[in-house]
């Protein structure tokens, strides 16, 4: 089985009880989570090391850039929860892992009646209609400097709102909240293929006909949620950190 996970941000425990509740068997399942593995909650380090021994696969996140940025010395520092991760005796082969994560990844169907699957961790620009050939855009990014400051990097992994021309909203509340001329960017999506993507806590789990949102809020206190491709089934544990 293939299964996604939401935003872990850091909740190695919530991600451990996931990973029992589905049974979860490294080599014969597949794991992915949908971005911010880290930071914000409790043990960053050792959600990285959970989920590089069951042989996780990512995208990159938002918590992750800013991770690289400030290792890099290229962006302040504000207040995070990555000293675990900073002090480690591997950070170093951390950080290069997070920075080969891609942005956009295909996850194809494992079987003829389950969905075809595109994994980002924000969402998709309004004018990304052939993802293949977009996925292969933002992969062709040279990833040295301040690559992680791309505009397509940026958007695929912080937009919530934006316009038709794909102008982001700086918003970050519940969606019912956003105001003209931003719409939340799945609106504009239209393709076949069905979207995974976290980020957005405040819209929590969310699900449409080809738009799948797996953010639900554990690091908030809420629940920590995965995806399983090959059987359209979604398990939740609770979190354990404080509402
Ligand atoms: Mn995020």
Request: charged letters at 25%; glycine letters at 10%.
């Amino acid at each position: 089985m293939r299964w996604i996970v939401g935003d872990v941000q850091g909740c190695a425990r919530e991600l451990e009880d996931l990973l029992r509740a589905v049974d979860f068997a490294p080599g014969r399942d597949e794991l992915w989570a949908a971005g911010d593995l880290i930071n914000r909650g409790p043990h960053t380090l050792e959600t990285l090391r959970l989920w590089h021994d069951v042989g996780g696969r990512a995208v990159l996140g938002n918590h992750e850039v800013y991770a690289l940025a400030v290792h890099a010395g290229l962006w302040p520092r504000k207040r995070d929860t990555l000293d675990d991760l900073r002090r480690s005796p591997d950070a170093l082969g951390w950080f290069e892992q997070l920075a080969s994560l891609p942005v956009l990844a295909h996850l194809p169907a494992p079987h003829a009646e389950a969905h075809d699957v595109w994994l980002v961790h924000a969402g998709l620009h309004p004018a990304w209609t052939d993802l293949p050939q977009t996925a292969a855009q933002l992969a062709a990014i040279e990833r040295s400097g301040r690559w992680f400051e791309h505009d397509d990097i940026s958007f695929a992994t912080r937009v919530r709102g934006c316009t038709r021309l794909g102008s982001p909203s700086r918003f970050a509340g519940p969606p019912d909240q956003l105001r003209e001329p931003y719409r939340p960017w799945d609106a504009y999506y239209h393709g076949p293929s069905l979207i995974v993507h976290g980020h957005w806590a405040w819209r929590g789990l969310h699900r449409t006909g080809n738009v799948l949102g797996l953010d639900s809020g554990c690091v908030y206190g809420k629940s920590l949620t995965a995806w399983c491709q090959d059987e359209d089934r979604l398990v939740q544990v609770p979190s354990r950190q404080p509402a």
